[in-house]
């Protein structure tokens, strides 16, 4: 069944550009990951959207994941509250919305 991580990041004053640099450069050939989109949610503020072809496969992934974090992680404000630099969720889809 198709899953989706979601994962919020907020970016340092003046490091955009290197944060999203980082994601272009970033090498997306997870096994199972369909796509993904980056969403600019406010000033310095983004979620990254991936779809994955199962919830197992995102999982397999999180290792090469959180090493992908590690690379533009000195760009990122801690958020607080105890979540750290990001703020991920991630599950199956349970109902497909459609026009």
């Known amino acids: 069944m198709t899953a989706f991580n979601i994962v919020r990041f907020r970016v340092k004053p003046g490091r955009e550009e290197a944060f999203l640099e980082a994601h272009r450069k ?3 050939t997870f096994k199972g990951f369909l ?3 980056m969403v600019k949610t406010g000033e310095r503020s983004f979620c990254l959207v991936g779809e994955w072809a199962s919830f197992d496969d995102l999982v397999a992934a ?6 992908l974090l590690d690379s533009f992680r000195a760009e990122l404000e801690d958020q607080g509250n105890g979540l750290g630099v990001t703020d991920p969720v991630s ?6 919305l459609k026009p």
């Open 62 to 67: 999180r290792p090469k994941m959180i090493g």
């Open 91 to 96: 599950g199956e889809v349970v109902l497909d």
């Open 35 to 37: 796509r993904g989109s």
């Open 26 to 28: 970033a090498d997306p």
